[in-house]
């Protein structure tokens, strides 16, 4: 049985959607309380089994590597402090037997060719993809989901879900084949951001993948597509029309931390889930959606003001 033990984190974006905050800071390392968004995704892979994670970054981004390296001076300082606890929280962001690499964008080419930036450190293995953007929460995560699904059946996996007539613009969206042999819906094709009306469903791709080696030879021999770019969902689409992409309905909850608005959502739901905060939080909420509701409505000049 093939096991998957490599994934694949492309975070050469440059996140201009959170311009200011993301000049001189990847948006990967944007908190959601006191984690960055790329270290949820990190856990989910390691969760499911990764052993291998494979960055791949952009000029910009070293601050990630920080991040994911020791950093002894500082351990040092919250020993010296008494702050075990921070202290061993910092050292064990990567548990030990996981190995980090790091492979150079050399310029933004989309993000078929971020994945082909992969393929040395991946080689001929089975690998997932995980776009950290996509920030998922659940007692089941789609990483694990999707490996233990090539473990039954080794093929290309979709991370999939249904989503609302306003939204499917925004996705690539998947045209639906006959089930397969473990019963899941096998992918026929993929649409990218389609019209609604021109939408063959409703269910959009995630940011999750599980790929075998073979999409190399395709992204390699793939021309710039939308944007001028090289698109993964091109080279999904040909995978596609050869019967060897599956769907894989995720049962986490999705959070897209690409926008401002599901960022925001994200912290609020994650900070009323806190241990150590979640009833003052509660609190807090209560005390400003009453403030809200029992406030006059402001004059267009105390707003200016504001």
């Known amino acids: 049985m093939t096991r998957i033990r490599k994934a694949v984190f492309p975070v050469a974006g440059l996140g201009t959607r959170f311009l200011p905050a993301t000049k001189a800071m990847p948006k990967e390392l944007l908190p959601i309380i006191d984690k960055p968004i790329v270290q949820y995704a990190v856990e989910e892979a390691i969760a499911a089994g990764i052993t291998d994670i494979i960055f791949v970054t952009g000029r910009p981004k070293r601050a990630i590597g920080d991040h994911f390296d020791a950093n002894l001076e500082l351990e040092f300082q919250l020993s010296q402090k008494g702050k075990h606890k921070e202290r061993d929280m910092v050292r064990n962001i990567i548990p030990e037997g996981i190995n980090c690499i790091f492979i150079r964008q050399p310029e933004p080419k989309g993000l078929g060719d971020a994945v082909l930036c992969a393929a040395p450190a991946v080689g001929d293995a089975p690998f997932a993809v995980l776009l950290a953007d996509d920030l998922m929460k659940g007692s089941t995560l789609p990483t694990a989901e999707m490996v233990a699904a090539y473990e039954q059946n080794p093929t290309n996996y979709l991370c999939v879900t249904e989503v609302e007539d306003d939204v ?139």
């Open 168 to 306: 499917v613009h925004k996705y690539g969206i998947v045209k639906p084949g006959p089930k397969g042999p473990d019963g899941r819906v096998t992918v026929a094709g993929l649409v990218e951001k389609p019209k609604l009306e021109d939408a063959p469903s409703h269910l959009a791709s995630m940011g999750r993948y599980v790929f075998n080696a073979e999409i190399f030879d395709i992204l390699r021999k793939l021309e710039p597509g939308a944007g001028g770019e090289i698109q993964l969902a091109d080279a999904i689409d040909i995978l596609a029309d050869q019967g060897k992409v599956a769907a894989m309905e995720m049962s986490a909850h999705r959070y897209d931390c690409g926008s401002k608005f599901g960022y925001l959502n994200a912290i609020v739901d994650y900070a009323i889930d806190h241990e150590e905060f979640r009833d003052k939080f509660y609190d807090l909420m209560r005390e400003r959606l009453a403030e809200r509701d029992g406030a006059a409505p402001a004059s267009s000049s105390s707003k200016a003001g504001r």
